[in-house]
């Protein structure tokens, strides 16, 4: 039985990332895909300002093989139209990947006037594909995050691709139950040596909260510090999501005051999965 491969390298694939937008209330990218297939007539479209709210180059790569494989059916005799294609590809959409939150959602978490932005990123490659998606969607951007992971990733490696990528204003490691328990949880205390650990060897300077510095500066007024520590990334085990979230927002908000700032959530599916479900309370 004759099965085509398909694939998003194929020679008569042209994929073009122009802009982004709002698309349904959300980001968007907008895309021009052309795919021209040696399959037979039925097996080449044009799209062009294709909205995709799935985000990011490797998303439009997902896109391309989707659409291949559609293209391969309808050579095949399936009635599927380019209209049809281009509905399925928009309409597109999957909780917890290089998802924003829409202005209510960050406000219903208690992050009003925050753009949140929400991965189950949890390996060296999805991080540096999570950190290309920011950097498509907003270059300028400035960052906190809030991670939590489970124990047998490689927290070192997760670590050390967003620390050498965009510049970090803070970084708050907490905790989340993995499948409903916590025997594969990794402490925030843990998580945090990692990103120490993760600092020094790439020679990056960060404000920990193991710092008599740190303590000094904290222990009294939380945002009158932040201004004081304005050019350090700041590394803090927090067992407490909400205060996670709460403390990286204020620090955000504090050194960005009319610049875009981006508050993630990220390091695995289940921090995410909590942060989706506070949505529905």
Request: charge should be neutral; glycine fraction near 6%.
């Amino acid at each position: 039985m004759f099965s085509p491969i398909v694939s998003a390298s194929d020679a008569g694939v042209r994929t073009s990332i122009k802009g982004i937008g709002t698309f349904k209330g959300r980001p968007s990218q907008c895309c021009d895909l052309v795919i021209e297939l040696d399959h037979g007539s039925q097996s080449s479209i044009e799209l062009r300002d294709l909205n995709l709210s799935m985000l990011g180059t490797h998303q439009l790569q997902n896109a391309v093989t989707a659409t291949c494989a559609a293209l391969c059916l309808r050579n095949q005799g399936w009635r599927i139209s380019n209209g049809s294609i281009r509905a399925g590809l928009e309409n597109t959409f999957l909780p917890g990947r290089s998802q924003f939150l829409t202005s209510k959602e960050a406000e219903k978490l208690g992050l009003s006037g925050s753009t949140v932005l929400v991965d189950g990123a949890h390996t060296k490659d999805s991080a540096k594909a999570l950190l290309e998606t920011i950097q498509t969607t907003f270059p300028d951007s400035r960052l906190a995050i809030v991670v939590a992971m489970a124990s047998d990733k490689d927290h070192l490696a997760f670590a050390k691709e967003f620390l050498s990528g965009k510049q970090l204003e803070a970084v708050f490691l907490t905790e989340a139950d993995i499948a409903g328990g916590t025997s594969r949880t990794t402490s925030a205390t843990a998580l945090r040596d990692c990103w120490i650990q993760a600092s020094r060897e790439l020679g990056i300077e960060v404000l920990h909260d193991r710092m008599t510095r740190y303590r000094e500066l904290f222990d009294d007024n939380f945002i009158s510090s932040t201004r004081d520590s304005k050019h350090e990334t700041i590394v803090a085990a927090q067992n407490s999501l909400s205060d996670s979230l709460r403390f990286a927002n204020q620090i955000l908000r504090e050194r960005t005051r009319n610049e875009l700032g981006i508050l993630v959530v990220t390091g695995s599916l289940h921090i995410v999965s909590l942060v989706l479900a506070s949505l529905n309370r």
